[in-house]
């Protein structure tokens, strides 16, 4: 089997687009399709990171159980990482790991400039990724 794509997925419009042109290309290549939602856990602080932590993993299955009713019927084989580390590290890790061909994600609706001085995911990822990234802008209405 070919090696695998890796998708980065939040729950949003240019995350949906990003899938579902991850998905076009897993199929037609072969490829596994594997979903990572990644998120950070802060350091400890007190009883409230119990609650923090449980809501995060609880957004990352709701994410990723959207994300597998939309492409479940489209043939594609697919995995689901939940990975807690920064998206920009999780994404690299599981990549790495995975000795996948490509990352994909979404543009993130951020105008460029935003993306260059505060730091966006797919801006990092074109600059310290080392297997190609491909960024799929979110359909405009």
Avoid: C, W
């Avoid at 949003?12 to 076009?24: I, R």
């Avoid at 995975?98 to 074109?126: C, F, N, Y």
């Amino acid at each position: 089997m070919p090696r695998p794509i890796v998708i980065g997925y939040v729950d949003s419009p240019d995350a949906q687009a990003a899938l579902l042109a991850a998905a076009e290309l897993a199929k037609l290549l072969g490829s596994l399709l594997v979903i990572v939602f990644a998120y950070e856990i802060p350091a400890a602080y007190g009883g409230e990171t119990g609650d923090y932590r449980r809501t995060l993993k609880e957004l990352a299955e709701n994410a990723t159980n959207d994300a597998v009713e939309r492409i479940r019927d489209t043939g594609v084989e697919y995995e689901v990482e939940l990975v807690p580390k920064r998206p920009v590290d999780g994404l690299l890790e599981v990549a790495k790991e995975r000795d996948a061909q490509m990352i994909v994600v979404g543009t993130q609706g951020e105008h460029p400039l935003t993306g260059a001085i505060l730091g966006s995911v797919p801006h990092k990822l074109l600059h310290v990724a080392t297997v190609p990234v491909l960024v799929v802008p979110a359909k405009k209405d």
